[in-house]
């Protein structure tokens, strides 16, 4: 009779444990509360005198409860240290000497199909008590399940709110992209952009000045992501305000590189090309920092050469160590292609870039080609090349047509 009312005493213990952890699973209790809970409900209603619970996360399983533990005992398992041998239905656990669970009488460990989620480690207050092993690793189970479906909840919050961030800076960006190019018969403006991921670190920009001048400019900033769309949209800003200011070439140059410098103290750079173009002159001036020198086509004469003249990157140097302006002039029937370094490293199958050479020699084959007209037909020549290859970094073409 006393083991009869013993059991039914047990049976109401287990059911009230069961439904203090289940109600705090409902009310959506933090992972820290329905630890607690766990490790309270097994030591006041399951007979348990210590445990220890380690609960998978990626390749190791983290501690989450040492109650009763006189001996010192490991924060972190490594996968690798935890070997099944489901066919003897034993588990070894390596550790080293420091360590040690001799003092706990058996282990449960807690599955879901074929992945282990969690292992407790306990043992009974007395002897003489026996423990319903099958309701403890189910209880377990119960409570690991929450805490991967709280994390699992988690990362997706996490990942809904980079989403987000991420659709706000692909915004930014196209902000700073002109809404349209100029198509006439003294200008014809073409631009084919190829981001590596939603957000890229390509910027190019085209400005009217007046009747007589037009400033184009294409960037590259170190970097990826939010961040770096975060940057150039400040970059863009400061750029436009200098333009607008009537400050000499030279300065422009300085501030922008002062600005980087106190946006990024160093730790990014940004590869820049301005041009200024004057119709009434036909002149050209232009700065090139570090960037991929654009060609410039010479129409009448039938060559191009590479627009190099200018500094170092931005952002790198408190003080630019040198600036060159460059200047072209007697400029009437010119074509510039400027481009990022996306295009001259699209890779084929045989991991072999597309390439400077490549690029100059279809540019030379091209001399007297409307913009349009040669993105269509480059494009589909570097589609042939790269054979569908995914882009290592983002491609810009930039094509300016002077007449």
């Given at each position: 009779m006393i083991d009869e009312t013993y059991k039914y005493e047990r049976k109401g213990l287990e059911l009230k444990a069961l439904l203090e952890i289940t109600q705090a699973i409902n009310e959506n209790q933090s992972e820290t509360v329905l630890v607690n809970i766990f490790k309270f409900t097994c030591l006041v209603h399951l007979d348990i005198k210590s445990l220890i619970l380690y609960v998978s996360k990626d390749d190791i399983f983290e501690r989450k409860i040492s109650h009763g533990v006189k001996g010192k005992v490991p924060l972190t398992l490594n996968a690798d240290q935890v070997i099944d041998e489901k066919e003897s239905g034993q588990l070894q656990i390596q550790l080293n000497d420091e360590y040690t669970f001799d003092e706990l009488e058996t282990y449960l460990p807690v599955y879901h199909k074929d992945k282990m989620l969690a292992i407790l480690f306990?043992?009974?207050?007395?002897?003489?008590?026996?423990?319903?092993?099958?309701?403890?690793?189910?209880?377990?189970?119960?409570?690991?399940?929450?805490?991967?479906?709280?994390?699992?909840?988690?990362?997706?919050?996490?990942?809904?709110?980079?989403?987000?961030?991420?659709?706000?800076?692909?915004?930014?960006?196209?902000?700073?992209?002109?809404?349209?190019?100029?198509?006439?018969?003294?200008?014809?403006?073409?631009?084919?952009y190829y981001p590596h991921s939603m957000v890229g670190g390509d910027y190019y920009d085209l400005i009217r000045k007046s009747d007589d001048v037009v400033y184009f400019c294409i960037a590259d900033v170190s970097g990826k992501g939010i961040?770096?769309?975060?940057?150039?949209?400040?970059?863009?800003?400061?750029?436009?305000?200098?333009?607008?200011?009537?400050?000499?070439?030279?300065?422009?140059?300085?501030?922008?590189?002062?600005?980087?410098?106190?946006?990024?103290?160093?730790?990014?750079?940004?590869?820049?090309?301005?041009?200024?173009?004057?119709?009434?002159t036909k002149s050209l001036r232009f700065v090139n920092a570090g960037h991929n020198p654009p060609v410039l086509c010479w129409e009448k004469s039938k060559k191009t050469e590479l627009l190099e003249?200018?500094?170092?990157?931005?952002?790198?140097?408190?003080?630019?160590?040198?600036?060159?302006?460059?200047?072209?002039?007697?400029?009437?029937?010119?074509?510039?292609?400027?481009?990022?370094?996306?295009?001259?490293?699209?890779?084929?199958?045989?991991?072999?870039?597309?390439?400077?050479?490549?690029?100059?020699?279809?540019?030379?084959?091209?001399?007297?080609?409307?913009?349009?007209?040669?993105?269509?037909?480059?494009?589909?020549?570097?589609?042939?090349?790269?054979?569908?290859?995914?882009?290592?970094?983002?491609?810009?073409?930039?094509?300016?047509?002077?007449?």
């Amino acid at each position: 009779m006393i083991d009869e009312t013993y059991k039914y005493e047990r049976k109401g213990l287990e059911l009230k444990a069961l439904l203090e952890i289940t109600q705090a699973i409902n009310e959506n209790q933090s992972e820290t509360v329905l630890v607690n809970i766990f490790k309270f409900t097994c030591l006041v209603h399951l007979d348990i005198k210590s445990l220890i619970l380690y609960v998978s996360k990626d390749d190791i399983f983290e501690r989450k409860i040492s109650h009763g533990v006189k001996g010192k005992v490991p924060l972190t398992l490594n996968a690798d240290q935890v070997i099944d041998e489901k066919e003897s239905g034993q588990l070894q656990i390596q550790l080293n000497d420091e360590y040690t669970f001799d003092e706990l009488e058996t282990y449960l460990p807690v599955y879901h199909k074929d992945k282990m989620l969690a292992i407790l480690f306990l043992k009974r207050k007395s002897s003489d008590t026996e423990l319903d092993l099958d309701f403890t690793q189910a209880l377990t189970n119960i409570l690991v399940v929450a805490l991967e479906n709280k994390r699992f909840a988690r990362k997706q919050l996490q990942q809904e709110v980079l989403n987000r961030e991420v659709a706000i800076a692909s915004q930014v960006q196209q902000m700073l992209f002109p809404a349209t190019l100029p198509e006439t018969d003294e200008l014809k403006a073409k631009v084919t952009y190829y981001p590596h991921s939603m957000v890229g670190g390509d910027y190019y920009d085209l400005i009217r000045k007046s009747d007589d001048v037009v400033y184009f400019c294409i960037a590259d900033v170190s970097g990826k992501g939010i961040a770096a769309a975060l940057l150039m949209s400040n970059f863009q800003a400061a750029l436009r305000t200098l333009l607008r200011s009537d400050a000499d070439f030279g300065v422009i140059i300085h501030q922008l590189n002062y600005t980087l410098i106190e946006n990024t103290k160093g730790e990014r750079f940004i590869t820049f090309f301005l041009g200024e173009y004057n119709f009434r002159t036909k002149s050209l001036r232009f700065v090139n920092a570090g960037h991929n020198p654009p060609v410039l086509c010479w129409e009448k004469s039938k060559k191009t050469e590479l627009l190099e003249a200018g500094t170092t990157v931005l952002g790198a140097f408190e003080e630019l160590p040198f600036l060159e302006i460059g200047e072209r002039r007697s400029l009437d029937n010119f074509t510039i292609h400027l481009y990022t370094d996306g295009l001259t490293e699209a890779m084929n199958p045989q991991e072999e870039e597309y390439g400077e050479d490549r690029f100059i020699g279809y540019v030379n084959s091209h001399m007297e080609t409307n913009p349009a007209d040669f993105h269509e037909s480059f494009f589909g020549k570097m589609k042939a090349f790269t054979q569908e290859v995914p882009l290592r970094d983002d491609l810009t073409l930039l094509s300016l047509r002077f007449r």
